[in-house]
């Protein structure tokens, strides 16, 4: 009988050869997941038994056992603490990557997407590809140094890092702020709360499609970045907030610039809105889409607009104040459905509101020093270091070895443009932390994604993960 294979089956016309017992047990073994991954062409196939004794590929990169971590690594396998039932033939199932190198994981975030068609049964971020070690890093820098480090931590919200750290700080220390530093310091993060989410509402239509939000959004941040070089010397990572008040104080004229802000935000958000609120795409594209209950919320972690689209009524101005934000009149946005469409539209309340406080913040900006006048922790002032040598040796003193602050620990949070914003520090009363941790609120909201995505459509991914407005820097830390 000719040995000639079959081009429709590929099996040899050997009726004799029986597969050796050995190689049937590897079969039965691995050939199940092999099936699933195997890639074909009519014409090319191979007997099981063949497939066990000849695919050295197949061998290499799927053998009978191996570590369930390396299963991982491969991405063979996902796996993750979000328990669905699971009833479905695996072999109907496709391991999926999106990202880190994907323009729209808002940084290098990893998803790894188990899908059934077209349908997400599982999803596991992995995160790790921007680690920075900044926590590590604040623990070699002097107190005075330590806002140049976290302020590039949420790099969208480089105010509220550099404000939180600096009043645990003030804590340990015991200092009084000045009421004008404090003016100033709300004045700044609620700049910088309607920045970011104006970058939000760019880079979340872009990815829905709206193509437009992307101009409008940018043209319109592009006011307040201005105000922030006007004030800070730089467009982000500013290092302006700092232990005992702020680094400099606001430049003469800067009413006028905030009440251009005032006029120019307002404008855009209403062009925004025109074009979204009601626009049918935007809502079939939004509306029911990631929905997190607020079960699911407070299970995982989340917090600011993400937790307030679903219901819950927590931000941290309102329930823990600080820096005299209590003095201000504002309202917090609430949504009912927890989905995307929901946390867009607390955050474009979020931006009204904080222009409200903006507003209010220029009305009633008082007289005063923007520094604490405590001389252990604030340097002199820049004339007096030409006229004084005592003044010289001060500032060259605490630039070089910084201020010792008394041994203690604490935890002090801030609402960030992303929610509570935590720095949690430790000092045994030297010159530098002795332990500095940082809890992001974006970390807990990539760790809900699986909550988010569980059971949707390949086509949502991109949707929820843009409306959840994480940041990668206030990931890997």
């Not at 299963?71 to 979000?82: K, L, N, P, S, Y």
């Not at 939000?213 to 302006?240: P, Q, S």
């Not at 927590?314 to 917090?332: A, I, M």
């Not at 929901?342 to 900006?365: A, C, F, H, N, P």
Request: proline share 6%; net charge negative.
């Amino acid at each position: 009988m000719s040995d000639t294979p079959n081009l429709v089956t590929g099996d040899l016309e050997t009726p004799s050869i029986e597969p050796p017992a050995e190689v049937a047990d590897v079969d039965a073994a691995a050939g199940r997941r092999r099936r699933a991954l195997d890639l074909w062409m009519s014409g090319t196939e191979e007997s099981a038994w063949l497939q066990g004794a000849t695919a050295e590929g197949a061998q290499e990169l799927l053998p009978a056992a191996e570590d369930p971590a390396l299963a991982v690594q491969r991405g063979t396998v996902v796996t993750d603490d979000f328990v669905v039932e699971d009833t479905t033939d695996e072999d109907q199932r496709q391991i999926m990557n999106m990202g880190p190198q994907h323009p729209s994981t808002h940084g290098v975030l990893r998803l790894q997407l188990e899908v059934e068609g077209e349908t997400i049964r599982r999803v596991k971020p992995i995160i790790g590809y921007l680690h920075t070690g900044m926590e590590k890093t604040g623990e070699t820098l002097t107190w005075l140094q330590g806002p140049t480090n976290v302020t590039r931590m949420d790099y969208l919200s480089p105010l509220h890092n550099e404000l939180a750290f600096s009043l645990a700080v003030e804590q340990l220390l015991d200092v009084a702020i000045p009421p004008r530093a404090d003016a100033i310091r709300v004045l700044m993060t609620e700049l910088n709360r309607v920045a970011s989410h104006l970058l939000f509402l760019a880079t979340f239509g872009l990815d829905i499609g709206a193509l437009s939000m992307m101009i409008y959004g940018w043209r319109d941040r592009e006011a307040v970045l201005g105000f922030f070089e006007k004030v800070t010397g730089l467009r982000m990572n500013h290092n302006y907030i700092r232990p005992g008040g702020v680094a400099a104080d606001l430049p003469d004229g800067w009413e006028d610039d905030v009440e251009e802000i005032l006029t120019i935000v307002p404008q855009g958000l209403a062009e925004y809105e025109e074009l979204l609120n009601d626009n049918p795409i935007f809502i079939d594209r939004t509306q029911g889409v990631g929905v997190i209950t607020p079960a699911e919320c407070q299970a995982y972690g989340v917090t600011g607009p993400n937790a307030r689209a679903s219901g819950i009524d927590w931000d941290l101005r309102k329930v823990f104040p600080y820096s005299g934000v209590e003095r201000y009149r504002f309202s917090v946005p609430l949504g009912r459905h927890g989905d995307t469409y929901d946390r867009y539209l607390v955050r474009v309340g979020e931006v009204k509101e904080s222009l409200g406080i903006v507003r209010q913040v220029m009305e009633t900006m008082p007289a005063g020093d923007y520094r604490s006048e405590d001389r252990k922790v604030t340097p002199p002032p820049r004339k007096r270091i030409d006229e004084s040598m005592e003044a010289l040796i001060h500032h060259f003193k605490i630039f070089t070895e910084g201020f010792k602050v008394p041994a203690g620990e604490v935890y002090q949070a801030v609402e960030s443009a992303r929610g509570e914003l935590g720095v949690y520090i430790v000092s045994n009363g030297g010159a530098k932390p002795w332990r500095l941790h940082v809890r992001g609120p974006s970390f807990a909201h990539v760790q809900a994604l699986p909550a988010m995505m569980t059971d949707s459509l390949v086509a949502d991914v991109v949707a929820t993960l843009a409306s959840s407005d994480p940041v990668l820097g206030d990931v890997d830390r």
